[in-house]
């Protein structure tokens, strides 16, 4: 258990432990599946970001922008025809959810966190008030969240709902957002629609005792004075549940941030990290490999965020039709064969206290974790003409270098030097990290 000054209750071990989850942004959306790749949140221009987002499931904002290439896009492709058409268009036909929490959990996810409701308030679950507008009684004709909620939990991991309280384009009646500056003009504020989520979230937590609520963009000013009864309740339910940071500011266990944007609440003892394989959440067919993570990235990501104390929550866009993309489920395969003998590197260690080992960037890159009884060292780029000999900065006496050895197994030679240790090990120069553990003094 850690404390966490923003609510000052102790966050629940599983989810410091748990390092890594899977986010899935799954909806009406994934059958338009289209945005320009522009870039990551936080890197593009703000001022180009609304009407270039590479948001796929912002597709509704974004086609009502005037001028916008998404406008185009929609009208050459689907003849500007109304966006709920997606919704029946969506089948899910091959949606096998066993399926995908394997590769999860392979992947080393220890939650997974699936939209429920979007910005465009489409339910995947037959949500309180939304009638037919969901995905029971239209198109799928499913509880897509219970199907998935069921395969996760036989599958010994967590499952958390994301739920889109701030931003509702149906309910909320609202003009296309333009700018972030005037984002709470998107933002339907009225008692209707408070009570209108405040009763959905009740139910998720009802059905499916959610171990994380994931709140975005904020929650209706007529709401937030019931937000205290809704944690209580929701802590009352799910007693090692944990709730993000996204109710405006109304209470948090842990902060987050979203690819570079927010990174200043990346410290503490617990925060999270979120990001799409590539620039959107929701798929975008329009993506190729030059905008996509690949296997590396992934781990060197997952295993940065891990060194720094924060949990990473990649995002999978699946397909309307329920199959992960190909190009998404490379990413998870690649991480799955990394993890399958480093493991224990990453779940459940913790920062070493700073100092102590010098994490570097650039060749060779460095990074460390430790737990009670071992101190993890992360080494990618190790320039090959160096013979695979790097030194690492550490505290003096802090490692012993007679027990260094490597998780894949290759041979690893360590011997003390006088700003730490030197390591030689042949194969150290990819891009993916190799975690050479020591026992500590
Ligand atoms: C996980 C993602 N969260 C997004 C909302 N993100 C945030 O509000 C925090 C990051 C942020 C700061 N300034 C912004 C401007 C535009 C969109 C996001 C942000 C959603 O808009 C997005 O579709 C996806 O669900």
């Known amino acids: 258990m850690n404390d966490f000054p923003q609510s000052g209750r102790p966050v629940p071990a599983w989810f410091t432990d748990a390092k890594f989850g899977i986010f899935v942004h799954w909806g009406a959306y994934s059958v338009s599946a ?85 910005h465009d308030g489409i339910a995947l679950w037959d949500a309180p008030g939304t009638g037919i507008r969901n995905t029971v009684h239209r198109g799928p004709r499913r509880d897509l969240i219970a199907d998935l909620a069921a395969a996760v939990r036989a599958r010994d991991l967590r499952f958390g709902v994301y739920y889109s309280g701030g931003i509702d384009w149906y309910a909320g009646r609202r003009d296309p957002v333009l700018h972030e500056d005037r984002m709470d003009e998107g933002r339907p504020h009225e008692a209707a629609y408070a009570a209108y989520a405040h009763r959905q979230v009740i139910d998720l937590i009802d059905r499916h005792s959610p171990d994380v609520l994931w709140n975005d963009m904020g929650w209706p000013r007529a709401g937030q004075a019931d937000l205290p009864e809704l944690f209580s309740y929701y802590y009352a339910t799910v007693p090692e549940g944990v709730v993000n940071d996204r109710w405006d500011n109304a209470h948090a266990d842990y902060l987050t941030s979203e690819y570079e944007a927010d990174r200043a609440n990346e410290w503490g003892a617990c925060w999270e990290n979120t990001r799409g394989i590539g620039f959107s959440f929701g798929y975008n067919q329009t993506e190729g490999p030059e905008h996509l993570l690949d296997p590396a990235d992934a781990v060197r990501l997952l295993v940065d965020v891990v060194s720094r104390g924060g949990n990473l929550l990649l995002n999978v866009g699946p397909k309307a039709d329920g199959t992960l993309p190909q190009e998404q489920r490379a990413v998870l395969e690649g991480m799955a064969s990394w993890m399958a003998c480093h493991s224990e590197a990453v779940h459940a260690t913790r920062p070493l206290e700073s100092g102590s080992a010098d994490p570097h960037d650039g060749d060779p890159w460095v990074r460390w974790t430790r737990d009670e009884r071992h101190i993890y060292a992360f080494v990618a780029d190790v320039p090959d003409e160096a013979g695979g000999r790097v030194a690492l900065k550490t505290r003096p006496g802090l490692l012993d270098p007679d027990t260094a050895e490597r998780l894949d197994g290759d041979t690893v030679k360590a011997e003390a030097g006088p700003e730490g240790i030197h390591i030689t090990s042949a194969g150290l120069d990819t891009p993916l990290p190799t975690a050479i553990r020591f026992a500590t003094r």
């Open 34 to 118: 289209w945005a320009e790749p522009t870039g990551e949140l936080g890197v593009v221009d703000p001022d180009v970001w609304f009407k270039h987002n590479p948001y796929a499931e912002w597709y509704w904002n974004t086609i009502r922008i005037e001028g916008s290439p998404a406008q185009e896009h929609h009208r050459t492709t689907h003849g500007g025809r109304p966006y709920d058409e997606f919704l029946d268009e969506w089948k899910a036909e091959l949606f096998d959810p066993a399926d995908w929490v394997e590769l999860f959990a392979r992947a080393g996810a220890r939650y997974v966190v699936p939209t429920t409701k979007h």
